[in-house]
């Protein structure tokens, strides 16, 4: 049944999951909760900074029927779904590059995920390269990168990290094929933040560009081959948007989203590499 829900949201994730903005974008669906009974809402919004696990298993204990994670560090969410299936309660993760919707989007339109893993057969090479601006934290980065990767390619072979210190990190390892993946972590203020996806085969590969979520400007994928190269439909929505668009489906369908089982992927290849 179609319903509006109301919205309480921690400051923390009202400054990183642009919650306001993206509430009011969504008007007939979302709204906040009344300040009387904010301890009562229909979504609870928090912040995915360490210990986010712990606030959102409380959350399901409250009565919420949905849940919006912006830019969750990882974490084992175990005990979280547990809780969230034993309350029915939906379960979104907004994650800074994974959660834009040119790399998986509606089922019915192509996206970054079906060219890359059609292409991975004959993959020679992955190469990835994330950027943030200076001072950022270089393991935050790197679990958004992952991230990103994971949603994407699916899982790699032999992961290892090459380097890393306060300016970024280099992570290698295979694809399925067997072929080479680099991903790259820069911190610098030369070039615009975001995650840049680039697959070669043998006659072209795909190329995946991804800003930041509160960018004004569209991700883009293009696939060259014999064909020549296409460009992708453009699809002008933000990760944050998209991500509670897809709460939004669940809460009307009554469903829950797979969103931690995938973030459990993310969580045992991230404690692989978290290391120094």
Known sequence: MNGHYTVWANPGAVAGGAVTQTMASLPATFGP???????????????????????????????????????????????????????????VLDLRWASNPALVGEAADPDARDAVRSALGTASLLDSVATAAP??????????????????????????????????YTVGGRLGNGAPFTAQGVLTAARPAGVDIRLYT?????????????????????VTGAHGELLLPTLYESAHRYAWRRLKEHLHAGTRPDDLAGFARLTDLYATLAAP
């Open 202 to 222: 043998a006659d072209g590969g795909v190329a995946v560009q991804v800003p930041d979520p509160d960018a004004a400007w569209p991700a883009e994928v293009r």
């Open 33 to 91: 909760a009344p300040e009387e009974r904010a301890g009562s809402a229909d979504v609870v919004v928090i912040a995915g900074g360490f210990g986010w696990t712990a606030e959102a298993t409380a959350a399901t204990g409250s009565g919420a029927r949905g849940i919006v994670v912006a830019n969750p560090v990882p974490e084992d969410t175990s005990e979280l779904a547990a809780a969230a299936g034993a309350a029915g309660t939906a379960v």
């Open 135 to 168: 001072g950022s934290d270089p393991q935050r980065i790197l679990g958004e990168h992952l991230a990103a990767l994971l949603a994407v390619c699916g899982p790699f072979d032999g992961v290892a990290r090459l380097n890393g210190n306060a300016a970024g």
